[in-house]
């Protein structure tokens, strides 16, 4: 008996949403209305609104009111609330965003990886956080590994009445670095977390040429007080530079590294 294209319950998921036994590639949840309500927390007419304007695929008509919709939806419809709750883009914007990356899968995750980590208000409400144990939770990191990280001086918290305070940049590179071990960057595969304390040296060598050009330079043709204005803009102007300029480089050095391979597609490109 065939069993390709069948579904079956999977245990431990919501009832009602099944899983397809067909080819890896076109396994899928299915579910009902209700369950993808339940999976996303968005309500019946906010969804049916992003079916009519476009910003989900339809889904499959199993009758006359009955529909049927698999892990695209679910995804769609968070990647839409993530832009919105981030970036506070209207759904005419979002949908041109979407469209962009309608073909491009990996594109998409990384569009949702620069939506968890360049949040403007979360900049703009950046708080601290006290205690180690609260700094593990936010950040998923395990203990063993902050300790290192510590060391390196990597993440470098304060000590405010004996306990430990971070600040809004160590909890951006805490997350940062157990989102590698998430995507598979593990010290299993040979991805060495010492690779991240030359990285650090790297770094600290280019912002001490930079900052050393600059004050010297201000020196001569600053006040005090201007360079000290002048300096606070700078700094995070130039962190944008370090980081698209990074992003160009890598990107075309990745590229051009598997240019030519026929197992990558088109779709599959930074």
């Not at 205690?131 to 990191?141: D, P, R």
């Amino acid at each position: 008996m065939a069993l390709e294209g069948c579904l079956v319950r999977v245990p431990g998921r919501a009832k009602g949403i099944f899983q397809s036994r067909g080819p890896r590639s076109e396994r899928r949840f299915a579910m009902k209305m209700r369950d993808l309500i339940r999976e996303t927390g968005v309500p019946k007419q906010t969804i049916h609104h992003y079916l009519r304007t476009g910003l989900l695929p339809k889904p499959k008509k199993l009758g006359r009111n009955v529909a049927e919709y698999d892990h695209r939806h679910v995804e769609r419809i968070r990647l839409v609330k993530e832009l919105q709750e981030n970036f506070f883009l209207p759904l005419s914007v979002i949908k041109k965003i979407l469209r962009k990356y309608r073909n491009k899968p990996g594109d998409q995750a990384l569009l949702r990886i620069r939506g968890e980590y360049f949040r403007p208000l979360d900049r703009l409400l950046a708080g601290q956080i006290r205690g180690e144990a609260a700094f593990l939770k936010v950040t998923a990191l395990r203990p063993e590994r902050l300790a290192q990280y510590e060391a390196w001086g990597i993440i470098t918290p304060q000590t405010v009445e004996g306990e430990k305070v971070y600040s809004y940049d160590d909890q951006v590179l805490g997350k940062i670095i157990a989102q590698w071990r998430e995507i598979g960057l593990t010290a299993e595969k040979g991805f060495e977390p010492y690779v991240l304390k030359e990285t650090l040296d790297a770094f600290r060598e280019i912002v001490e040429r930079g900052q050393r050009h600059f004050l010297e330079t201000a020196a001569r043709s600053m006040s005090t007080r201007e360079a000290w204005e002048v300096g606070r803009v700078a700094l995070e102007v130039t962190a944008l530079y370090y980081y698209h300029l990074y992003l160009k480089l890598a990107r075309e050095r990745f590229e051009q590294h598997f240019q030519g391979d026929p197992s990558i597609s088109q779709d599959g490109r930074l």
